[in-house]
C-alpha cells in the first residue's frame, strides 16, 4: 500500500482481556518496528522484525507481550491480560533500510485498558 | 546504550518569529539523528535527517538542523514559523550497531500563536 496501515485506530479493552493490534507495512519494506507512546513521554521501542531473521524483542516489557510477522508482511502485536499501564498509542514503522533512511510510521493505534 | 534530550518541554512563540528547538545526544559511536514532526490527531512524519556529510541539513517547510559533533547536538531552527507548525517535535537517534532501532527524546511541543 501508499503507506503503513494500523488496525484498529481506537481500542478500549477491560482490564485483563487480550488485545491483538495489527501493522501491514509499505510493500517491499523488509524492516517493521514496533514502538509504544504513553501520554506525555517519547516513544519507547518494543521490538523489531527485519525479513526472516530472529526478532529483537529487547524492548517489550513483559512477557504478557509478544509480536508475529510473517515474512516481509503483516505484523501483529500481542498483549495479553491487559492492564492499566498498558493504556499508550501503539506505532508500527517500516522501512527498506535498517539505520539509515528513517522510517514511514503508522498512524498508531490508541489503547485504552479501563 | 544512547539516549537523546530534549531540553524544553513546551515552546510557545508568536507566529513569524525565530524558533529553536534543542536536542543533545550520547552514543559511544557515530550516530545517525533524525526530527519527526507529528501534527495533532496524525502520525510521526519524518522532517529531516542527519547521515554523513554537510552537518546543516535542510526539510522542504523551511526548517533546519545543524548536527554539532563536538557539542553532541541537533538543534532545530526556523527562522520565521508560522501557525500550522504548531506540533509535537521529537529527535531520535540511531548508529550502525542498532539495526535501525531509534531513541527518541521526550518531544518538545511548539506552540505558534496569532
Known amino acids: 500500500g501508499a503507506g503503513v496501515s494500523q488496525s484498529p485506530s481506537n481500542k478500549v479493552t477491560e482490564k485483563g482481556k487480550d488485545v491483538e493490534l495489527r501493522c501491514d507495512p509499505i510493500s517491499g519494506h523488509t524492516a517493521l518496528y514496533w514502538y509504544r507512546q504513553r501520554l506525555g513521554q517519547g516513544l519507547e521501542f518494543l521490538i523489531y522484525f527485519q525479513g526472516n531473521s530472529a526478532p529483537d524483542k529487547s524492548g517489550l516489557p513483559s512477557d504478557r507481550f509478544s509480536a508475529e510477522r510473517t515474512g516481509e508482511s503483516v505484523s501483529t502485536l500481542t498483549i495479553q491480560r491487559t492492564q492499566q499501564e498498558d493504556s499508550a498509542v501503539y506505532l508500527c514503522?517500516?522501512?527498506?533500510?535498517?539505520?539509515?533512511?528513517?522510517?514511514?510510521f503508522g498512524s498508531g493505534t490508541r489503547l485504552t485498558v479501563v | 546504550a544512547q539516549s537523546v534530550t530534549q531540553l524544553d518541554s513546551q515552546v510557545p512563540v508568536f507566529e513569524e518569529a525565530p524558533v529553536e528547538l534543542r536536542c543533545n545526544y550520547s552514543?559511544?559511536?557515530?550516530?545517525?539523528l533524525f526530527w519527526y514532526v507529528q501534527y495533532p490527531n496524525q502520525g510521526l512524519q519524518l522532517l529531516l535527517k542527519?547521515?554523513?556529510?554537510?552537518?546543516l541539513v535542510e526539510s522542504i517547510n523551511g526548517f533546519e538542523a545543524e548536527f554539532n559533533k563536538s557539542q553532541t547536538s541537533f538543534h532545530l531552527r526556523k527562522p520565521s514559523v508560522h501557525i500550522s507548525d504548531t506540533a509535537e517535535y521529537f529527535c531520535a537517534v540511531t548508529d550502525y550497531t542498532s539495526y535501525g532501532k531509534l531513541t527518541f527524546g521526550q518531544g518538545t511541543i511548539l506552540t505558534v500563536h496569532p
Open positions: 542527519y547521515l554523513s556529510g554537510s552537518t
Open positions: 552514543s559511544s559511536v557515530s550516530v545517525y
Open positions: 514503522a517500516s522501512s527498506q533500510q535498517t539505520g539509515r533512511g528513517g522510517y514511514t
